[in-house]
Antibody
């Protein structure tokens, strides 16, 4: 059973770069035709897809965040990562990682438990 | 902002049926399949329905999905107290080089 776990700093200062890692266990990140997504959810609000990466390195990003987002994959560590630059208080949210299936069907399963990132000085 | 519109809330008594709508456009629901997620309080979302009407293993058949044109719907029959949660639809959007969009979310309350 594949499981995902997010990790990274819980507090980031405004204008700095938010960095998170998602560790995949119970299976290889390189197996199958999966892709790997990041999603966030501000407190009390809905879900926002940030972007996804294939192990080939191919990516798709939310147009509203594209200029600030970078994702990467480390197959040797069975991990993928998110960097979000120039953060503001509006980027405060619970960040989830998830495995994706299908290029345009893109269903996400499973999800990590999520990690809260607060942007504050 | 979300491009898929859902009603903010829905409610019913145990055993009844509740339906949640999800309205989109030709670039998302009209062109691609719809997925549904259930988010219980304080937990991560869980895939409930994929490819419009497919249930992952372990999801009760009380949950069903459908799609017509640029709209989709999730139905919960035989509502149970443990179904009280937030529900989100989602679909790939072909505009702007492609992006995955979520619905605004619907809070289901079991009365």
């Amino acid at each position: 059973q594949v499981q995902l776990q997010e990790s990274g700093p819980g507090l980031v200062k405004p204008s700095q770069t938010l960095s998170l890692t998602c560790t995949v266990s119970g299976g290889s990140i390189s197996s199958g035709s999966y892709h790997w997504s990041w999603i966030r959810q501000p407190a009390g609000k809905g879900l926002e897809w940030i972007g996804r990466i294939y192990t080939s390195g191919s990516t798709n990003y939310n147009p509203s965040l594209k200029s600030r987002v970078t994702t990467s994959v480390d197959t040797s560590k069975n991990q993928f990562s998110l960097k979000l630059s120039s953060v503001t208080a509006a980027d405060t949210a619970v960040y989830f990682c998830a495995r994706g299936w299908g290029r345009t069907s893109n269903w996400l399963d499973p999800w990590g438990q999520g990690t809260l990132v607060t942007v504050s000085s | 902002q979300s491009v898929l519109t859902q009603p903010p809330s829905a409610s019913a008594t145990p055993g009844q049926r509740v339906a949640i709508s999800c309205s989109g456009s030709t670039s998302n629901i009209g062109s691609n399949t719809v997925n549904w997620y259930q988010q219980l309080p304080g937990t991560a979302p869980k895939l409930l329905i994929y490819s419009n009407n497919q249930r992952p293993s372990g999801v009760p058949d009380r949950f069903s999905g459908s799609k017509s044109g640029t709209s989709a719907s999730l139905a919960i029959s035989g509502l149970q107290s443990e179904d009280e949660a937030d529900y989100y639809c989602a679909a790939w959007d072909d505009s702007l080089n492609g992006s995955y969009v979520f619905g605004t979310g619907t809070k289901v309350t079991v009365l």
